[in-house]
């Protein structure tokens, strides 16, 4: 019997954003079990459907409303599968919902779906009610929708152990069944070459050298650690540069960040826009001697994965879910005073043969547990019901047993 995944809040796809549409992407594409039908919301300026990775892909129009249109985009696609559902009586149907943004409503759409015995699934992605951006009220609201969603759902898919633990304890009292599979990313040499046009001019236009920078990778807010990150490398004695890739053009923590630390003053420190070509995101990630992460709002992070694949050394800000990706095979820093001025100082003087031990490490720990076609595998076996895990409050996380590995030198 065919299921009918249906799969609501990533902005659709193909993939053009970020990590939710990559993982639908991701998902639609690799699919082997021909059993499994996927419907996917994507938001667009006009209604109608279209296939694409064998998927049936159906627009969702949506108001230009600020912060809330997020939230009215999945009450929209979830009203869209619910009427798709009853009119082709696929009662045998997953909805699965990617963030936790509808709670004050959810539960209406949730007893409806119940009564046609539609199972709702739920990823709660990271902590998203403790990012810098929102104001006290929106952050109240991501947390009140969160619980709600939480409490109501059949099953939390967390692609984080460390997210899975946290909710388990935090909402012990609703007794959530939960599950873990992780995001995921491909070990793969960019098949962009060293010489390509684009590269070079990409490199010539930002003056950046081949094994002769730090990266930095991701959205340009507050809970990423930027200005921890570039006040270290400014007190570091390196004489490599630290390229920043981010949209910060026209952002008020850009202004009064480069007021306070007056960066613009380093040479090192390059903030070079948004890279949107993949191939060259990917080879830039490979000429780079290591990657700067500071993202400490939780869950898997998609540009750790990417990074972990293809970056040679990786310092990593020292959160739970950080170590939980890194494991052994990344460097970490904290917010201590001087703690990454003194890993750059010590990782720029690393042997060749020990920087490629890293590097391997890194690449073998994602092909291992994070490797597309193995993410690809357990979404079918839940979908489909086969060896689910799912735990519920005497849940006794493997994350919290071998947590915060230290680095095991006989590695390198």
């Known amino acids: 019997m065919k299921r009918h995944v249906f799969i609501i809040g990533s902005k659709g796809i193909p993939a053009r954003y970020g990590g939710f549409e990559t993982f639908v992407d991701q998902l639609t594409a690799k699919r082997k079990d021909s059993d499994i039908k996927y419907h996917v919301a994507c938001l667009a300026k006009e209604s109608g459907e279209f296939e694409y990775n064998h998927a049936r892909c159906f627009q969702v129009k949506v108001p230009s409303l600020g912060s809330a249109r997020a939230v009215i985009y999945d009450l929209l696609s979830l009203q869209e599968c619910t009427k798709y559902i009853q009119k082709n009586k696929l009662y045998n149907s997953i909805i699965y919902i990617l963030a936790c943004r509808i709670g004050p409503f959810f539960y209406l759409y ?27 009220a929106i952050k109240q609201y991501w947390k009140y929708s969160e619980k709600l969603m939480v409490k109501h759902a059949d099953l939390l898919v967390c692609d984080s152990r460390g997210i899975e633990e946290y909710i388990q304890s935090d909402y012990s009292s609703y007794k959530p069944k939960t599950t873990f599979i992780a995001y995921g990313a491909d070990v793969g040499e960019s098949s962009m070459e060293n010489d390509d046009d684009i590269l070079l001019q990409w490199m010539g236009q930002h003056q950046v050298r081949t094994n002769e920078y730090y990266l930095i990778i991701g959205r ?19 004489n490599k540069d630290l390229v920043i890739i981010t949209g910060f053009e026209n952002n008020k923590f850009y202004r009064d960040m ?84 003194q890993l750059i100082h010590e990782a720029d003087r690393f042997s060749s043969e020990r920087v490629a031990a890293f590097e391997d490490h890194a690449k073998t720990r994602i ?3 994070y490797a597309w076609e193995k993410i690809v595998d357990e979404y079918e076996s839940l979908f489909i019901g086969e060896e689910l895990h799912v735990h519920e409050r005497d849940y006794i996380s493997g994350w919290q047993r071998n947590k915060a590995l230290p680095i095991n030198e006989n590695h390198f």
Not at 122 to 129: A, F, L, R, S, Y
Not at 220 to 238: A, G, H, Q
Request: proline share 3%; hydrophobic share 35%; glycine share 8%.
């Open 110 to 136: 949730k007893r409806k779906l119940e009564k046609m015995g539609v199972q709702v699934y739920v990823n709660p992605d990271g902590h998203e009610w403790k990012r810098g951006k929102w104001n006290f």
């Open 220 to 238: 340009f807010v507050p809970e990423n650690n930027y200005e921890l990150i570039i006040r270290e490398f400014m007190k570091s004695d390196t």
């Open 258 to 341: 480069l007021a306070r630390t007056r960066f613009d003053q380093d040479k090192r420190i390059k903030f070079v826009g948004t890279v949107y070509n993949q191939l060259l995101l990917k080879k830039i990630r490979e000429l780079a001697y290591g990657y700067c992460h500071g993202h400490e709002v939780g869950g898997t992070n998609p540009s750790l994965l990417e990074s972990l694949a293809s970056t040679k050394l990786n310092l990593l800000y020292d959160v739970v879910f950080n170590r939980e990706v890194g494991a052994d095979s990344s460097l970490y820093f904290t917010a201590e005073p001087g703690s990454l001025a």
């Open 367 to 369: 092909i291992q547990e």
